[in-house]
């Protein structure tokens, strides 16, 4: 696990060289790691009319699952300074992600890093079982 976190992070550290962040400068770079030990990375998209961008943690969610891959067991996300996936990226995540799916925070320089498990980063979490039940 350890080697395919690092292998994760450092897919996510290449992502972000794409990432297309001209009105914030904040660049962002995601991967995630699908149960067949696959890999999809994204970058954060910003456009003119703002809302319409993308964090680069939905765009790698999205890629996997739209190459067929429905069951993904991590997530790392690289910045400048460990900023952590927002509400709807967690919750995006989440649809596809077990309670125990880790969540990994790098820094694009430097070493440090942060770990979460789904379960601590979105407690209480909205899933398919409560339109179920
Ligand atoms: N951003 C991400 O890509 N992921 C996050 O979880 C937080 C924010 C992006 C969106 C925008 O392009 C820039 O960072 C500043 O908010």
């Keep these: 696990m350890e080697d395919q976190l690092a292998e994760l992070v450092a897919a996510a550290r290449a992502a972000r060289k794409h990432a297309y962040a001209p009105y914030s400068q904040y660049a962002v770079g995601?991967?995630?790691?699908?149960?067949?030990?696959?890999?999809?990375?994204?970058?954060?998209?910003?456009?003119?009319?703002?809302?319409?961008?993308?964090?680069?943690?939905?765009?790698?969610?999205?890629?996997?699952?739209?190459?067929?891959?429905?069951?993904?067991?991590?997530?790392?996300v690289v910045t400048a300074n460990l900023g952590s996936p927002c509400g709807a990226c967690r919750q995006v995540f989440s649809e596809f992600a077990a309670d125990d799916a880790v969540i990994v925070l790098a820094m694009a320089r430097g070493n440090r890093r942060q770990q979460f498990t789904m379960r601590e980063i979105l407690p209480a979490r909205f899933t398919a079982r409560h339109l179920r039940e």
């Design 30 to 76: 995601a991967a995630v790691l699908t149960k067949t030990g696959k890999i999809y990375a994204g970058c954060n998209i910003e456009n003119a009319a703002y809302p319409s961008g993308l964090c680069a943690e939905r765009v790698a969610v999205f890629k996997a699952v739209s190459e067929g891959e429905r069951e993904l067991t991590a997530l790392a």
